[in-house]
Structures are given as C-alpha cells and as structure tokens.
C-alpha cells in the first residue's frame, strides 16, 4: 500500500507496477496499481493528474467486474475532491461508492477482509470531510462505522486512528466535552504504543496539550508537550510540529513567558508560510499581532494584522463554502430524490404501454378465434373490436398526457435545479465581501478595542456599518426570491398612487445616488390610483431605480417618468449608465441565468433584482420591456395593466 513516508520511492514502484500490468495484460493490477499512483500524485498537490489517474483507474475497475476496485477508485477520487476543498463533489463519488459497498459487501457472509478494509479507508474519509465542514454529527456516525471494521479485521492502526478522529470530534465548540476527548485519546494513545505507531502517537500528545492549556493543568500541558515534541522531531514532521507550537504558545503566554511565546509564533510562522497553509498562517499572523500589539510594538502588530486580514478573504470563502456544504448534500439528496420520483413514473409509463399492447394482441387473437369459429360472430366481433379501439384511443391519449406531464416535470426540475445552485453560488460568493469584513473587523476589536486608537476604533466601525447596509440590501433581495419561489408571499392589491411609489423610492435611494453625484429627475403624469401590491410595486420600483444608480457613472442622470400607453400604466426608468450587450438582453430575467455585475463604483449586489422585479410584475400580469445600447444607456418600462 501507498506509503507517506517515501513517497518518491513509492511512487517510483507504482510505475514500474504499471508497465508490468501494461505487460502482463493484467487490467486488475493495471487499475491498482494507476490508482495508488493516483494517490501519490495527490501529496505533491497535482490534483488534476491525480483525478484523471484515479478516474482512469476506476474506469478499468469496470471492466475488470470487480467491486474492490471500483469502491478504492471512487473513494480516493472522492478525497482529492476534498483535499481541493470541493466536498459536492467529493460527496458525489463518495456516495456512489457507499452505495456500492451497501449493495455488494453489506450482510454478505464472503465478503473477504480486503473489501472491509476498503471500506473502512472510505467511511474514514467521509468521516473526515464532514469533520472538515463542521457536520460532526455525521462524522461521528462515519468514524464509528470505520472504527466497527477496523475491530472486526482486527486491524490495530485503524482501530487506534478512528478513536484519536473521534477524539477530535469532541474538542470542538459545539461538542466540547474534555472528558470524552482524553478518553478516546487514551484508547488510541494505548494501542499506538502497542503497535509502535510514532506518528499517531506524536499527534495524540499535541492534542493533549491542547486539552490540558484549556483546561489550565499547564504542567500536564508541559509534560505532554515534551514528549510529543521528542517524536515529532525525530519523524520531522514539519506541519504537526507547527500546531504543537501553536499549542504550546497559549502555555507560555499562560506562564508569562513572553519570549519563549514569540519564538514559538515564529517558529510555527515560517513552517505554515514555507508550506502555503494560509489557514494556520492566518492564526499565527493573529497570534503575533496580538503579541506585538500587547508589547506596544505596534509596526509589528501592524504588519502581521495586514497579512491576517489579506489572508481572511480566501479562507472566509473556503470557512463559508464548508458551512453551505450541509445545504448542498440536502440539495443533491433532494434531486436524487427526484430523479428517482421522474424514474418511477417512466416505470409507469412502460407499464401502462405493456398493459395496452397486451389488450391489443388479446384483441386481436379473440377476433381472430371468434372468426374461424363462424361468420355468425362477425358482427359481434367487429363491435367488440370497436370498443377496445375506443379504450385503446382513451388508454394512448392518458398516456400522451402522462408522457407530456412527466417531460414538463423534468424541465420544471432542471429549471429548479439551475436556479438552486445559482443561489449557492450567489450566497458562497456575492454574500462573501461584506460577512468577511465585518468578521474581521469584529475579531479585532474584539481582542483589541481597549489598546486601540480612538481614529482607528472609529475607522473600524464605520467599516462595520458600510458592510452591515451592503449585507442587509443583498440579503433582502435574497429573502424576498427565496420566499417568491416557495409561494409565500401574499398578493394584496389595493389602490395605489404610483406616483407616490415613485417619490418614495428616491427618497429612499437619495444618499446613494449622491454618492455618485449622480442627478434623478422625475416627470411624473397625473394618474388615478392602480390596483396593485404596494410591497411588491415598491420593490419593483426600488430595484430598478437602484440598478440604474448603480450602472450610471459619476455625476450621471436618471430620468423616472410615469404615463399612460394603451390599457396600461407605465413607469420608465431611463439611465445613462453602461447598458446592457444584445446577448445578455434575453437573460435578463431568467432565475438559472442571473449573475451578478459590479456597478460603476465596484457595488455589489445579487444579481436577483431583475429576477424578482420580472416575477412580481407577472402577478400584475403586467410585463417588464428593456432597451439598451451599451455605453449609452438603458431604459426599463414596466407596464401594469389599468384594470388589473
């Protein structure tokens, strides 16, 4: 098997295995072999190579019929995945390879020790990816599952990593129990020394450090940070020896042992810089600015603060990626759920197609008996024959109306499905910006507030309140389409004064176009008041005079004009922004091909408005026209019927 410890030379001999499979025609060996050299690929970070290796290998699994294969291939294509921080995807083919084992090896009296290990590898990844995203409840339930296999194949290296992982499990926030940790510590630490397991048994003695600072018994804390620095400089271990420092820090700033703290923080500082792990880089740049800001060394402090929040914005996409994980599995059980509900209901077609080419071919052989038995029957055959044509007719109309309702049912799914991940994609990325910041900026003044400056507690703040109004106009909008498209807002039409919806909304939207110095002049027809939605007609009005502002250069002009054209109401919003290119034109308003654009001043938004705007006019069975040139303008009219 694949060894960490060499992984050149491991590497060296996997191709050799694969040109002597290549040789010998042996297509399971050929598979094991590109597989575990797939592996290896993955620890110099070739991710790509490693997938088409791997994806290789599992190919020829499938020819070679055999189940082992298949489920290696499948789990360890699932764990680049996740090694590259794209757990849908990982939870796609790790899934597929849970279903595999369930239906082959699950309950079967000669399932041989290899395919439990196997399994065992793979429920141990699963469990280390929902781990990962903070799912610990499922981790837990996958660890367990590893850790029965690793006892039954009695396989002591198994056994004693599922207890350290399911230690692991109960340091964090929301399962923090110190006492059921050092317990599953303890069982792994014990058969790590059975077995002469170093690497395991140096990694459980860090997190005991870590334990034992928090629970402020720092001379245990010290005893086990001796002993777990003895092992892992021996193993050199660099990343396992920059978390111990980072551990053994809190025990010396906890000791007041200032400057032994600080070489701690550097230490581990050049060890997570040197190996591009920007996330421990990211908690020693913190550390150290606190450090140096505690010190009144305050250039220092600066400069490590600077890197910190340089670093916040890629891991705040990754941390929120990893939280909205739980929503994505929901989502693809969701579809698969439906695609099962699709799938059965071709079952029934097929079904009913046999029970009608039954009844045909049962027709046709007693009209058939019927007539050589004598013409006298002739007549009553042709009627009977009339009537199974007649039920015949009734039976294919009923299915033409199951086959055209089941296709619009698949569409109506994609378009679902389209827009559902579109709305993972909006919130993992247009929400990211201002949630980073204001972490950030709460973090800070968090630790810091009372050594800080009063300008810079000042600069922090109004930091905090530009990111709390860009969060709440985003999140309104999404609140709004989420809640549009689960059918619970209400439609109440009452007469209205559109002119008033007008004024209102520049009201609204004054500060933000001065901003941009940007002019909205109104021309504003006598009306008589419009049944419509007042909630609805006002988002309607707001969003379209609020993507005009932000689409407008400096010091542009907005012109908002309300009328009469045929049986309609109309109110224009005229800009003269950007515009908008002919491609884009015709998908404007459709929910799975929104995007969001930054505006002319780099403003976010969700790119939901239109969306919305377009649905909510469509319940005044009104309609929305555009015209656009690009550099010159646009010009959005909304038409809602007088009478409706």
Request: proline share 1%; glycine share 4%; charged share 25%.
């Amino acid at each position: 098997m694949f060894s960490a410890k060499d992984i050149d030379s491991s590497r060296i001999y996997y191709l050799k295995a694969i040109n002597l499979s290549k040789q010998f025609d042996d297509e399971f060996y050929l598979a094991f072999s590109l597989a575990n050299y797939g592996i290896s690929l993955s620890y110099y970070a070739e991710y790509q190579a490693a997938l088409d290796t791997l994806k290789l290998a599992y190919v020829l699994s499938q020819k070679t019929d055999s189940t082992y294969l298949s489920i290696y291939a499948l789990t360890q294509i699932g764990t680049v995945y996740k090694e590259m921080g794209l757990f849908d995807s990982a939870f796609i083919y790790y899934n597929v390879a849970e279903k595999d084992y369930e239906a082959q090896f699950l309950n079967n009296k000669d399932t041989v020790m290899r395919n439990l290990g196997v399994a065992a590898i793979l429920f141990t990844d699963v469990g280390l990816m929902f781990h990962n995203i903070g799912y610990y409840e499922e981790a837990l339930k996958y660890f367990d599952k590893a850790l029965n296999l690793g006892i039954a194949l009695d396989d002591k290296r198994r056994v004693a990593g599922s207890y350290i992982n399911i230690g692991n499990v109960f340091t964090q926030e929301k399962y923090k129990n110190h006492a059921k940790a050092l317990d599953y510590y303890r069982k792994g630490q014990k058969i790590c020394e059975e077995i002469n397991h170093k690497r395991y048994l140096g990694n459980v003695f860090g997190n005991y450090v870590n334990i034992f600072v928090e629970m402020d018994q720092l001379d245990s804390a010290n005893y086990y940070y001796k002993k777990a620095k003895t092992i892992l400089d021996a193993l050199d271990t660099k990343v396992s020896l920059a978390i111990l420092a980072s551990s053994y820090s809190d025990v010396l700033m906890k000791e007041g042992k200032s400057k032994e703290q600080l070489e701690q923080l550097l230490y581990g500082y050049q060890i997570s810089k040197e190996y591009n792990l920007n996330k421990m880089t990211a908690e020693f740049s913190k550390k150290l600015s606190n450090y140096y800001n505690s010190h009144k060394q305050y250039a220092n402090a600066q400069i490590y603060l600077n890197e910190y929040v340089n670093l916040q914005d890629s891991l705040f996409d990754s941390n929120l990626n990893d939280r909205l994980m739980q929503i994505r599995i929901s989502s693809l059980q969701e579809k698969k759920q439906n695609e099962i509900q699709l799938i059965n209901a071709e079952k029934e077609i097929l079904a009913a197609q046999k029970r009608t080419s039954y009844i045909i071919n049962l027709s046709l052989s007693l009209g058939s008996l019927i007539l050589m038995l004598a013409a006298f029957f002739l007549y009553k055959t042709n009627k009977k024959k009339t009537e199974y044509s007649t039920e015949l007719e009734a039976k294919n109309e009923e299915l033409d109306l199951l086959i055209r309702s089941l296709s619009e049912s698949r569409m109506e799914l994609e378009k679902t499905n389209k827009a559902k991940d579109k709305f993972f994609s909006i919130i993992a990325h247009d929400l990211k910006n201002p949630l980073s910041t204001f972490i950030t900026v709460t973090d800070f003044l968090k630790d810091d507030y009372k050594d800080m400056p009063d300008e810079e507690k000042v600069s922090f703040i109004e930091d905090m309140n530009h990111s709390a109004k860009s969060l709440y106009s985003l999140l309104e909008n999404l609140l709004y389409w989420s809640r549009s498209q689960m059918g619970v807002i209400d439609f109440h039409p009452m007469d209205l004064d559109i002119n008033y919806l007008v004024r209102q909304s520049k009201d609204v939207l004054f500060l933000q176009a001065q901003n941009k110095n940007i002019s909205i002049n109104l021309e504003l027809s006598e009306l008589r008041p419009v049944a419509a939605d007042a909630n609805m007609l006002m988002t309607v009005v707001r969003n379209l005079m609020s993507n005009a502002i932000k689409f407008t250069p400096l010091a542009g002009k907005i012109e908002v004009k309300t009328g009469y054209f045929e049986k309609y109401v109309y109110i224009r919003v005229k800009d003269s922004g950007v515009g908008i290119p002919q491609e884009k034109m015709k998908e404007l308003f459709e929910p799975s091909k929104f995007e969001s654009n930054p505006g002319t001043a780099n403003e976010k938004g969700t790119g939901l408005g239109l969306v919305l705007c377009n649905e909510f006019v469509q319940k005044h069975n009104g309609r929305i026209e555009v015209e656009s040139q690009v550099m010159e303008g646009s010009i959005f009219t909304v038409l809602i019927p007088i009478g409706s």
